[in-house]
């Protein structure tokens, strides 16, 4: 039985970007169609150091597949990136490709809690996309790979410091150290 509660939930607006048609597809399995778009990034597409810049331009390259449950969707987006360094915290920008498959049901009947259901003929691309990005985002972005990060001592970036820096201070574990290599020393000879 059709879950209604989850079908009313989903009304998509066919006017909003991420929202994509399959009418062409007439629901004849094995009829395909392939398009390139060109999309504004939805909000907070990204983890907390980095991600798409909301409004960016996502170059889409889909195709959409009638298969018999469905419409089979598979592409890729390539989109701008904005974030810091996870290392010295500079600013930087990159570029993300992520690919993505998603299987849209026509009813809910078959489909499991967490697919995605077709909307008479709408589909919305955006969660998908969405998932994609966020597994395709870098775990510790760096803007370059061998950036040093910065000084433990002064917080300094270590990339603009240049290679000389130092600091002649003692730690100071390791004069506590010193002076107990200094005591037993001292007990040994008396
Ligand atoms: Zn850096
Ligand atoms: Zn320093």
């Known amino acids: 039985m059709p879950d209604e509660s989850r079908m ?5 607006d066919p006017r909003a970007p991420w929202v994509i048609s399959t009418h062409e597809l007439g629901r004849r399995p094995g009829s ?3 398009m390139v778009r060109s999309l504004p990034a939805p909000e907070n597409l990204g983890v907390d150091m980095i991600g798409v810049p909301k409004d960016a331009d996502v170059e889409l390259d889909i195709r959409l597949e009638s298969v ?3 419409v089979l969707v598979t592409g890729t987006g ?3 990136l904005s974030g810091e360094c996870a290392r010295c915290l500079e600013p930087l920008t990159s570029e993300i ?3 993505f498959q998603e299987l849209f049901f026509y009813s809910a009947e078959d489909a499991a809690e967490d697919d995605q259901i077709l909307d008479g003929d709408l589909l919305d691309l955006e969660p998908t996309f969405r998932d994609a990005v966020v597994l395709a985002l870098p775990l510790s972005p760096v803007c370059q790979d061998d950036c040093p990060g910065l000084c433990t001592e002064c917080g300094i970036r ?4 240049g290679p000389d820096h130092r600091h002649d201070k003692v730690d100071a574990r390791w004069a506590r150290l010193q002076g107990l290599i200094s005591e037993h020393d001292n007990d040994q000879e008396g």
Request: proline fraction near 5%; glycine fraction near 10%; hydrophobic fraction near 45%.
């Open 158 to 161: 270590l990339a603009d410091a």
């Open 8 to 12: 009313t939930l989903r009304s998509l």
């Open 78 to 80: 390539r989109a701008p």
């Open 97 to 99: 490709e992520a690919g």
């Open 68 to 70: 018999m449950e469905g």
């Open 32 to 34: 395909m169609r392939q």
